[in-house]
């Protein structure tokens, strides 16, 4: 994976949890376009985190072969739904499993960029320690984190080793009487999972909002 930090002249700001279109145009012509979740807080210019796929058109390139001074098109920012703009008081769960950590990692930076107190937490599944993406920088944004490993766990490693269900939910998501808002992101079928785990626990399907990502088409 690689963070690419953009310069988008006359870029007017995002809001924490949108996300862009990024373009590339090749030298025959042909056009290869995806959606990549913004992975900076709102005051931090624009930056995404890109995973490569190794059939993908476009995030082999962002990852292997972009270097300063290229040019991408880039349309947006996109979306008014997944967001979180930090004015609310409730407090705030991110479920995230693999990449789906990249649009909730600009919230929870937003929180620490505009110095709220809001409660935060997050919920992250990966599957093994080397693919916790932000690994260093989640233990200083001041919020709570809980990780599971689903495949392979590091020796001494205290934390879960299994995919987010109803029962790691219970134990580690907000109780349902504090009406917390929720972020899930990840793969449909993680979406699916964790946001039936909450609504058996109790939560307002109101609650919680979801953004799912799938294989290139």
């Not at 992975?39 to 190794?54: F, H, I, K, Q, Y």
């Not at 989640?138 to 490993?149: A, D, H, N, S």
């Given at each position: 994976?690689?963070?690419?930090?953009?310069d988008?002249?006359?870029?007017?700001?995002?809001?924490?949890?949108?996300?862009?279109?990024?373009?590339?145009?090749?030298?025959?012509?042909?056009q290869?376009?995806?959606?990549?979740?913004?992975?900076?807080?709102?005051?931090?210019?624009?930056?995404l985190?890109v995973?490569?796929?190794?059939?993908g058109?476009?995030s082999?390139y962002?990852?292997?072969?972009?270097?300063e001074?290229d040019?991408?098109?880039?349309r947006?920012?996109i979306?008014?739904?997944?967001?979180?703009?930090?004015?609310?008081?409730?407090?705030?769960?991110?479920?995230?499993?693999?990449?789906?950590?990249?649009?909730?990692?600009?919230?929870?930076?937003?929180r620490?960029?505009?110095g709220?107190?809001?409660?935060?937490?997050?919920?992250?599944?990966?599957?093994?320690w080397?693919?916790v993406?932000?690994?260093?920088?989640?233990?200083?944004l001041?919020i709570?984190?809980?990780?599971?490993?689903t495949?392979?766990?590091?020796p001494?490693?205290s934390?879960?080793?299994?995919?987010?269900?109803?029962?790691?939910l219970?134990?580690?998501?907000?109780p349902?009487?504090?009406s917390?808002?929720?972020?899930?992101c990840?793969?449909?079928?993680?979406?699916d999972?964790a946001?039936?785990?909450?609504?058996e626990?109790?939560?307002?399907?109101g609650?919680?909002?979801?953004?799912?990502?799938?294989?290139?088409g």
């Amino acid at each position: 994976m690689k963070t690419l930090e953009l310069d988008v002249p006359g870029w007017a700001g995002h809001r924490a949890g949108q996300h862009v279109d990024v373009r590339l145009t090749a030298e025959d012509g042909y056009q290869a376009q995806r959606s990549y979740s913004i992975a900076s807080a709102p005051s931090d210019g624009l930056a995404l985190t890109v995973e490569r796929l190794d059939d993908g058109e476009v995030s082999p390139y962002l990852v292997d072969e972009a270097r300063e001074g290229d040019q991408l098109e880039v349309r947006g920012p996109i979306g008014g739904y997944f967001v979180w703009d930090g004015t609310e008081t409730e407090p705030v769960l991110l479920v995230a499993g693999g990449s789906g950590v990249v649009p909730v990692m600009a919230m929870a930076r937003h929180r620490a960029r505009i110095g709220s107190t809001t409660p935060m937490r997050l919920i992250y599944s990966s599957r093994s320690w080397d693919d916790v993406i932000y690994r260093d920088e989640l233990e200083t944004l001041g919020i709570e984190v809980f990780q599971t490993l689903t495949r392979e766990q590091p020796p001494g490693w205290s934390g879960y080793s299994r995919r987010i269900d109803r029962e790691l939910l219970a134990e580690t998501a907000w109780p349902a009487s504090q009406s917390p808002r929720v972020y899930v992101c990840g793969s449909t079928r993680f979406v699916d999972a964790a946001a039936d785990g909450l609504l058996e626990l109790g939560y307002d399907a109101g609650w919680i909002r979801t953004e799912r990502f799938g294989a290139t088409g």
